[in-house]
């Protein structure tokens, strides 16, 4: 795997990653580990649903570590930076031009590997955040989405 694509996180999405590693290799594979021999002393592995299942886990287990740490490797973290333009780690509100209600939406950019739609957080990688980037209060960029281009005025940076 020659991926190697920086990743950016937070702070706090680092410090989330390193947590779930720890908890990989200490926690789920002993356990995964002793899965495997407890299902081995069942006797025929070729009929074994146990077996088969721990060994499946246990693949998912190593991906995930493998995944974490080459990640790692390439981590560059999102510090804070000013807020008179958008950038990574600022969280922007913002108010679309052709939406008749005057409500606003917050969005924090993160990198792809922290994105959480449901926590506002979205991806640097998203067509609303490569629209935004680099813009300052008051602009209005265009949005070139998949469902087709609108347009969003940036009201607060922070």
């Known amino acids: 795997m020659a991926n190697n694509k920086t ?52 693949a998912a287990i190593e991906g995930r570590i493998k995944t974490i740490e080459k990640m790692l490797e390439n981590v560059s973290i999102i510090t804070k930076t000013a807020t008179d333009k958008v950038a990574l780690g600022t969280t922007v509100s913002i108010k679309y031009v052709d939406d008749d209600e005057e409500d606003e939406d917050e969005y924090k950019i993160v990198g792809s590997q922290e994105a959480d ?5 979205i991806s640097n990688e998203s067509p609303i955040a490569k629209a935004l980037l680099d ?18 005025e940036i009201i607060e940076i922070k």
Request: no cysteine.
């Open 7 to 58: 990743v950016y996180l937070t702070q706090e999405g680092l410090d989330e990653l390193k947590k779930e590693l720890d908890n990989l290799i200490n926690v789920k594979r002993p356990e995964n580990i002793q899965a495997i021999k407890e299902a081995r002393s069942l006797g025929d592995l070729s009929e074994n649903a146990d077996y088969d299942a721990a060994r499946n886990e246990q």
């Open 135 to 152: 813009h300052k209060v008051g602009d209005v960029v265009t949005v070139d989405s998949p469902n087709g281009s609108y347009q969003v």
């Open 117 to 121: 739609p449901f926590e506002s957080k």
